[in-house]
């Protein structure tokens, strides 16, 4: 047997690749039965889908024209801006050292498991459950968005940039070390350089979800415009409603074109 026969017996084809075996089939069929079961047990019919349609169009219908004159959308952004700047702030600061001691190629197991159980304790809770707590803590207001929101940047940011220090070449890090650097300046001209990229998107990033979740943690009373949308749901001042909601969408699209900004800036 030739070397020209036994490289063509090693190439996969498509058909090989998609070809169904009875593992593929198997699951093929497990998942459409759960499908199947999931849509029974929640009460999905194509009934209520209809119905539902019809509601929907009827309900949409009253949020138009949009009312942009009340005087509660102006401050209520503003302050949702301010949380989310805030928290952003607060929280990468924090996530920093966390990241750094998470990290397993800079630090002892134990000292790095002990970061990332405390970075996984972070990211375990929906930043409405915090918000919810931080209310109970500390009452009505910014101050709970801003706790709320700091815990879920500690959880992303230290998750994040622990993997992209990670990630990193040792041989920077080893030339540094070779000099007698101290740590602290290892970290700094070895690791720092090599991550500052990634960095500076992951906390782009969550300062846009910041912006975006400051709106909804405002609904169980923690500050900003999500406060205010809320009230004017209860009243049914769909009018209202709307307005609110084309000022967030057009608040986020801000934040968009500012990250993007602020990315080519620092790159």
């Known amino acids: 047997m030739n070397v020209a026969s036994l490289a063509d017996k090693s190439i996969v084809t498509r ?3 998609f070809a169904p075996s009875l593992g593929k089939r198997l699951a093929y069929v497990a998942v459409f039965v759960y499908l199947v079961y999931a849509a029974a047990t929640l009460g999905l019919s194509l009934d209520r889908i209809e119905k539902g349609v019809g509601y929907g169009v009827r309900f949409l219908a009253g949020f138009f024209p949009p009312n942009f004159t009340e005087t509660d959308i ?4 503003l302050e949702s801006l301010q949380i989310a700047f805030l928290s952003s702030l607060i929280g990468t600061a924090l996530a ?9 190629n800079l630090m002892p197991v134990w000292v790095s498991w002990l970061a990332r159980l405390l970075i996984i304790f972070c990211r375990s809770f929906h930043p409405v459950i915090v918000a919810i707590i931080a209310v109970k803590a500390v009452g009505f207001g910014a101050l709970a968005g801003i706790i709320a929101l700091t815990f879920a940047s500690i959880g992303f940011v230290g998750k994040l940039l622990s993997e992209a220090i990670e990630e990193i070449s040792k041989k920077q890090i080893e030339a540094v070390r070779a000099t007698g650097a101290s740590f602290m300046n290892v970290i700094a001209y070895g690791v720092v350089p090599q991550v500052m990229n990634r960095f500076i998107g992951f906390v782009a990033y969550e300062t846009d979800s910041n912006l975006r979740n400051s709106t909804m943690v405002g609904v169980v009373g923690a500050g900003g415009i999500g406060g205010t949308l809320f009230s004017a749901f209860q009243r049914f001042d769909y009018n209202f409603v709307a307005g609110i909601i084309l000022c967030i969408i057009g608040l986020v699209m801000i934040g968009e074109v500012l990250q993007i900004y602020v990315k080519r800036v620092f790159r």
Do not use: E, M, Q, T
């Open 74 to 77: 102006i401050p209520g952004l």
């Open 96 to 104: 920093i050292p966390i990241a750094v001691l998470a990290a397993r």
């Open 15 to 17: 058909a090989d690749f």
